[in-house]
């Protein structure tokens, strides 16, 4: 999707009023950063660490993991970077990091839940991130995947702070996240919506299967209702909150994220100008009105009519 005027937005990520929402852009690697940086994102919304180890058998040392961490760092010295830690398991499984087998994966032992129990792997890669920090000169922050209660989001901004690193935050994929946001908030600096897999939980429709793609439609109202509840919960307690999944890159969605008061949004860096010009092109008041219309539809379809 594409919108009227993207070629010329002025890379400041703020509604025509001067509300700030950060453009932020989803990377994987020195490729997709430099990709990020070129294409005018404001930093680094989802910075995905496994993505550096799907064929790794054996867990990298922390060197290898600092020099790996700092090269997608480095296109954003002085900048914002939400580095995740290690989102291994069901879609996503890591050679070093696998569970016993289990019925159901998405279910299992994945995202934050592998690191309970292995809680060396996710020291080790803080203490690497710490470091690619000071190599890099980017302003890092750390997350972790996957999160569903205050309790687990107490554990990891605990393990973030002990490495040294300045900010902790988790992401909202889990509806019980989303349900207890202010409660998670008051554990943590911040949250980040991830919409793909916040969707899949939701609806009880796997994300890979083309057959139930309709539910996990970004529009749902049900999804857009539970975004909003972050978003309130962020505003209350004045601490931020993204959203790093797909639903970020469709320019008319982002305004209606920004209407529910979410903070950023991060996406692929070939979205980063669209969605900064839509947002550019329209006022807070208006993306609150987008917001409340879509809030109120039926059905996916009715909401993305409404909020036009
Ligand atoms: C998400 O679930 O929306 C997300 C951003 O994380 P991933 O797609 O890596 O699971
Ligand atoms: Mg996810």
Request: with cysteine; glycine share 10%; aromatic share 4%.
């Amino acid at each position: 999707a594409d919108v009227a005027g993207a070629a010329e937005w002025n890379g400041r990520g703020e509604t025509g009023d001067g509300h700030v929402v950060k453009v932020l852009a989803n990377v994987g690697s020195p490729v997709d950063a430099r990709a990020a940086a070129d294409a005018g994102a404001e930093g680094v919304g989802l910075f995905r660490t496994e993505f550096c180890y799907l064929d790794a058998d054996d867990e990298p040392s922390v060197d290898a993991q600092r020099a790996a961490y700092a090269a997608v760092l480095e296109p954003f010295r002085g900048k914002p970077v939400i580095v995740r830690s290690l989102d291994a398991g069901a879609d996503k499984p890591l050679g070093f990091l696998s569970p016993e087998a289990e019925p159901n994966p998405a279910l299992g032992v994945r995202g934050v839940r592998v690191a309970f129990d292995r809680v060396g792997v996710l020291d080790r890669q803080l203490e690497a991130i710490a470091g690619a920090t000071a190599d890099s000169g980017a302003d890092v922050s750390v997350m972790a995947p996957m999160v569903a209660t205050a309790e687990e989001a107490a554990w990891f901004a605990d393990r973030v702070r002990a490495a040294g690193i300045a900010r902790a935050g988790v992401m909202i994929e889990v509806p019980a996240a989303a349900l207890g946001a202010r409660e998670v908030l008051d554990a943590v600096d911040f949250v980040s919506v991830g919409t793909n897999d916040l969707a899949q939980y939701t609806f009880a429709a796997d994300r890979q299967l083309g057959a139930v793609a309709t539910l996990n439609d970004p529009w749902q109202p049900a999804l857009l209702r539970l975004i909003g509840m972050v978003g309130e919960a962020a505003k209350a307690i004045g601490k931020p909150a993204g959203v790093c999944g797909e639903a970020a890159s469709d320019p008319m969605l982002a305004r209606v994220l920004a209407g529910l008061g979410v903070t950023s949004v991060s996406m692929n860096a070939g979205s980063v100008r669209a969605v900064g010009a839509a947002l550019a092109s329209v006022t807070l008041a208006e993306c609150e009105r987008a917001a409340e219309a879509a809030l109120a539809a039926p059905t996916a379809v009715a909401a993305r009519a409404a909020a036009k």
